[in-house]
């Protein structure tokens, strides 16, 4: 069975071959019956907070901007940037993308939000670690476009979560996608 999985990356940098911080993913019923707004469309998901250091060990980096940005925010969203410069919070980025290769099965659609930034920057690393994607390249999809199509400019509630943010974007798109 086919099933939708939304995808959101925590990095710092924009471009692929930037380093991760961390990885959130949610399996999303896009044709359940769902009231606005719940959650319960949402039937798993996925969380890993990325080692900084093993992102560097495997030739990914960091930006400068980005991470100027990260120091830049008010303390309650910097608390991510915290986890990842924490050793023992955090996982090696082959075990995280290892993880996240059993969570989404070859023939899963993967919606992310734009298709030049999540999906690119996994693509990078799961090279860098020698794994190879867990879905086919024709089924990464733009969440951000969908959004554009349906003229959606809702702002998302809470910010620089991961697994948060996916749930959001789930929801959303499941409500956007049902109003067609």
Known sequence: MVRDIVLDLETLGVVPGCAIMSIGAVVVDLHMQCP?????????????????????????????????????????????LGQI????????????????????????????????????????????????????YYNGLCYRTVRRLKNDREKIAVPHHALEDAKIQAVRLHKLLKDT
Do not use: H
């Open 85 to 136: 410069i924490c050793p023992s919070i955090s996982e090696p980025l082959l075990d995280c993308l290892s993880d996240l290769r059993s969570f989404i099965r070859k023939d899963d659609i993967v919606w992310s939000n734009g298709a030049n930034f999540d999906q690119p920057i996994l693509a990078v690393a799961f090279e860098k670690v020698g794994l190879e994607m867990p879905w086919k």
């Open 36 to 80: 606005k707004g719940s959650l319960d469309c949402i039937t798993d998901e996925f969380y890993a907070v990325v080692n900084k250091q093993s992102c560097l060990d495997a030739g990914l980096w960091i930006e400068p901007a980005t991470l100027g940005y990260w120091n830049n925010k008010p303390e309650a969203e910097k608390d991510i």
